[in-house]
């Protein structure tokens, strides 16, 4: 009740290009990005947390014995991941080409918690940032298994403004 005037607006599906746009026309205080798409060096940034690629799947479909998978493996998984639209698609994409691998899932989306559902089935194996396995609920069956060959890290910062908004008063 202390800030019974301050509204909160949450948008859930801006690329970061938008969120940054947005910053300088004064439209939000804040946005959550993930560092790689966008030159960020003349924004205050602050580190949220690193997200790390990993392998949502089955224990049928992944053994316990299996404790990490090279990206040139998943191939032999009925994969579902992101789609080409999403920027951690597109970094995998580009980073597994100079390797000369390629995904080929069976299932896109752009939606993550479509991949965690996907994978709950136990009938698919999804590739995910594994801070979103928390969002979900738990099921003994679903395991995340460390992708390496290389491992994917990226960044997710909270950015706010460049400067502050100019003054109603003159």
Not at 21 to 36: H, P, Y
Not at 81 to 103: F, P, T, V
């Amino acid at each position: 009740d202390a800030h019974q005037w301050v509204g909160v607006s949450l948008e859930t599906r801006l690329p970061s290009s938008e969120i940054l746009d947005k910053l300088d026309r004064f439209e939000i205080d804040a946005g959550i990005v993930a560092s790689g798409n966008e030159p960020l060096a003349e924004w205050p940034t602050t580190l949220l947390y690193k997200e790390k690629t990993v392998l949502a799947a089955s224990r049928e479909l992944v053994p316990d014995s299996i404790d990490r998978l090279p990206w040139s493996e998943l191939g032999q998984f009925p994969l579902c991941a992101l789609n080409a639209s999403m920027l951690d698609r597109r970094q995998i994409d580009e980073a597994l080409a100079g390797r000369e691998i390629s995904l080929r899932p069976e299932v896109e989306t752009d939606s993550i918690t479509s991949i965690y559902s996907l994978a709950a089935t136990g009938r698919w194996a999804g590739i995910v940032p594994h801070p979103w396995f928390h969002s979900f609920p738990r099921s003994a069956e679903v395991r995340l298994v460390p992708i390496v060959d290389p491992v994917m890290s990226a960044p997710v910062l909270l950015v706010t403004a460049r400067s502050a908004p100019p003054s109603v008063s003159g």
